[in-house]
């Protein structure tokens, strides 16, 4: 079996490409820092940096949202693969090759340079530019308006 599951944070923006043809596929790739659960030599701040591909609808995903910093956590499979450099040099890569991710920390983590709330301060809400804009609590939760009480779908 072949299953990869990694916590980091993006150490730059992806980086997003598109494969040519009738039907373009989006093909992204980022590198996560992942800090080391154990570290043998006492050093404090221990991370890998691990390469990690991400294809379609993934990569458009990472896109959008992804920035330095934002940390997230992903599954998928390790890929190896090999090629021969412009100096005629085999070169060897292993890449994570992304199936699933997800943000790993709230929107209003101080840590997550960056990230912007998903997108949704960029202009107003879903229900237009008068529409109440929903403040975060210090616990990282949205606080619900005042007078949407009948939109909502329960009591």
Known sequence: MNKVILMGRLTRDP?????????????????????????????????????????????????????????????????????????????????????DQEFAESKNSGNNAGYNNGGYNNGGSAGGPSAPQPSAAADGFMNIPDGIDEELPFN
């Open 15 to 99: 980086e997003v490409r598109y494969s040519q043809g009738e039907n373009a596929t989006a093909i992204a790739r980022y590198t996560l820092a992942v800090d080391r659960r154990f570290n043998r030599n006492g050093d404090e701040n221990t991370a890998d940096f691990i390469g990690c591909v991400a294809f379609g609808r993934s990569a458009e995903f990472a896109e959008k949202y992804l920035r330095k910093g934002t940390k997230v956590a992903i599954t998928g499979r390790i890929q190896t693969g090999s090629y021969t450099n412009r100096d005629g040099v085999k070169v060897y890569t292993t890449d994570v090759v992304v199936e």
